[in-house]
């Protein structure tokens, strides 16, 4: 897979749980340092990573390069186009990096078909636990607002679709942050089973939702790692959920009415940063 574009650290920090350990180890080394990397050859590297070089490489092919050198000077470039526009390193940077990094490596074909899909359904469950609940509320209720039927399932997942349900016209949403449970998993390894198709919102890659996704959206890992604000850490998958109202609103008139009845703006950072005030506050 190619990510020689303007998103290739973006990417490592979300594909890297899809890894190898030894290759998952490299990519964290990578995304935490990646001045040192530009800077030192593949044996520096390979030893400071405690690894071999032929990992080292290994790891560069996994992301489409043929080797470490032409992945230095992916790196390099992409690392020269950022720093033009370098913010402070406080809570507020940190939420706008992960809403910049989300918006910047969303497909918009697969959006756009996702969109189409929405369009058609007439009942929408979403299902969410833990830190993506928020997200899940926020999509649930901007859904609502523009004429559909959407319901949050936290619980009793495997009764929340009925059997008798037109299951062309019946659609899930799942919102995964950092937690699922078995409970909501088996659901909807079940609803697959009955034909029902999957939206997944996931932050970074989470392989075993992915399977079962028709389609899978992805916000971005912030940067931070374990140290990183819980603001930043929901911030982006707001983002990838706004696009997505977005995107349907842009398939018929009555969705862009409903929304400026209900409000001026969904999303701001402003907006955003308060909601999740209030929900980690609480």
């Not at 897979?1 to 594909?15: D, V």
């Not at 950022?82 to 939420?95: G, I, K, M, N, P």
């Not at 399932?153 to 299951?167: G, M, Q």
Request: proline content about 2%; charged content about 20%; some cysteine.
């Amino acid at each position: 897979m190619s990510q020689t574009g303007s998103n290739l650290l973006i990417n490592i920090r979300n594909e890297a749980s899809g890894l190898s350990p030894i290759l998952e180890k490299v990519g964290r080394f990578i995304t935490e340092n990646p001045d040192f990397v530009m800077r030192h050859t593949i044996t520096e590297l390979a030893d400071s990573i405690d690894t071999s070089e032929g990992s080292i490489t290994r790891f560069c092919r996994a992301f489409g390069f043929k080797g470490f050198s032409d992945f230095r000077t992916a790196l390099a470039l992409e690392q020269g186009a950022a720093r033009s526009d370098e913010r402070s390193d406080d809570e507020t940077s940190a939420v706008l990096a992960s809403i910049r990094d989300s918006n910047a490596i969303i497909d918009s074909i697969e959006l756009q078909a996702i969109a189409s899909w929405l369009n058609q359904l007439g009942n929408i469950a979403i299902y969410a636990v833990g830190t993506a609940v928020p997200v899940a509320l926020f999509l649930q209720m901007h859904l609502v607002q523009m004429g559909k039927i959407a319901s949050f399932i936290d619980r009793s997942y495997p009764t929340a679709i009925s059997p008798l349900a037109d299951n062309q016209k019946t659609g899930i949403i799942v919102i995964h942050t950092e937690q699922t449970s078995t409970d909501m998993m088996q659901a909807l390894s079940l609803a697959k089973e009955q034909g029902i198709k999957i939206l997944s919102l996931t932050r970074g890659s989470f392989v075993q939702l992915n399977r079962l996704s028709d389609w899978n959206l992805q916000a971005a890992v912030a940067l931070q790692g374990d140290g990183e604000s819980g603001f930043a850490e929901i911030a982006g998958a707001m983002m990838v959920a706004d696009r997505i109202l977005s995107a349907l609103a842009e398939q018929d008139e009555r969705y862009i009415q409903c929304r400026k009845a209900h409000q001026k703006r969904i999303f701001s950072i402003e907006s955003v940063t308060n909601k999740l005030s209030e929900y980690f506050m609480s």
